[in-house]
């Protein structure tokens, strides 16, 4: 049963963002560390971007979703992180209604967008392992738009449903998030009724949006083993298992702890194991994309060696 609060409660118009400490030293530490993995996070994904524009040998589907998802991780990592490095040298860590409400629907945006892009990216493994020669005419350049902007419609709508559930309950008082941004299932912990029903709506959402991205990326994956199986020669095995072993090791880090944090109800919310989980998932997994798709790419390789050429050559 909902409880509506009374009438003459106030309601929260700020929230306070508790973050991971109140000592300042601490603070001062985390901010360092939390200042080098942003930047190294924005820096590795630009790069991917750059080398992909300027390399005309990389202008092919693979390499257009992989630079899509490149831009994907540095505007995720960018709705917390800036915020979060702000609050742990200010003394004011408090956030605004308004503010809590777009930064938990374009983090929740972003994150479906991604997690439906990996679909697409495993699709485009598919393609290129099971249908080889046919790879440039079922992946046209049209065909390569059209996924990406269906991923990314997916993804905004639906997150205003997300959103939508959390943010229209009731919030008199605490006001105090115990986590470092404007997370679904912390912001809905304060809520000052009964969110079992909430819940199981929001659960349902969140188990279908994230059910069907996994089922298919999984079915994708059966039909590329059973293809790989099927190469005759080890080398031509392992060159194949190469280009998929990247985009499994990002999606296992993405889909194993947001399905954490996601698919649990209010009794089963742990704070301080939250914050570290979501940390690990929004900072961590976009900062070491950029190395598992360099470090085991060859062509990343030689694009990068080939600007850092022509660099000599003009200086």
């Not at 601490?26 to 630009?46: D, E, K, P």
């Not at 304060?190 to 089922?215: K, N, R, W």
């Amino acid at each position: 049963m909902w409880m509506i609060p009374e009438q003459n409660q106030s309601w929260v118009s700020e929230f306070i963002l508790l973050g991971f400490s109140s000592d300042p030293m601490t603070n001062n530490i985390l901010f360092i560390v939390f200042l080098l993995i942003y930047l190294s996070s924005v820096l590795g994904n630009g790069l991917i971007i750059l080398l992909i524009c300027l390399d005309t040998h990389l202008h092919t589907p693979m390499y257009f979703f992989l630079c899509i998802l490149a831009m994907l991780d540095m505007t995720y990592v960018s709705t917390t992180m800036p915020q979060m490095l702000v609050h742990l040298l200010a003394h004011s860590q408090t956030i605004s209604f308004a503010c809590c409400w777009m930064q938990m629907y374009v983090f929740s945006a972003l994150g479906i967008t991604e997690g439906t892009f990996f679909v697409v990216m495993a699709y485009d493994r598919y393609v290129a392992i099971c249908h080889p020669l046919r790879y440039t005419v079922i992946l046209n350049w049209g065909v390569c738009i059209w996924l990406t902007s269906g991923s990314c419609v997916f993804g905004f709508l639906s997150s205003s449903l997300h959103t939508f559930f959390i943010m229209h309950l009731p919030y008199c008082g605490p006001n105090k998030v115990n986590h470092y941004f404007c997370e679904g299932p912390a912001v809905r912990s304060l809520a000052c009724m009964d969110t079992h029903i909430i819940e199981m709506v929001d659960q349902i959402l969140i188990v279908v949006m994230g059910f069907i991205p996994i089922s298919l990326i999984v079915a994708s994956y059966i039909h590329i083993a059973k293809a790989i199986l099927k190469i005759k020669s080890t080398q031509g095995r392992c060159k194949a298992f190469s280009t998929c072993a990247s985009h499994l090791t990002v999606v296992s880090f993405f889909y194993g702890p947001s399905s954490y944090i996601y698919m649990r109800t209010n009794s089963s919310y742990y704070p301080e194991l939250d914050k570290q989980i979501s940390l690990f998932y929004n900072a961590f997994t976009v900062f070491l994309n950029p190395v598992v798709y360099s470090l085991r790419n060859k062509d990343i390789k030689r694009a990068f060696l080939k600007v850092i050429g022509h660099s000599k050559m003009y200086c």
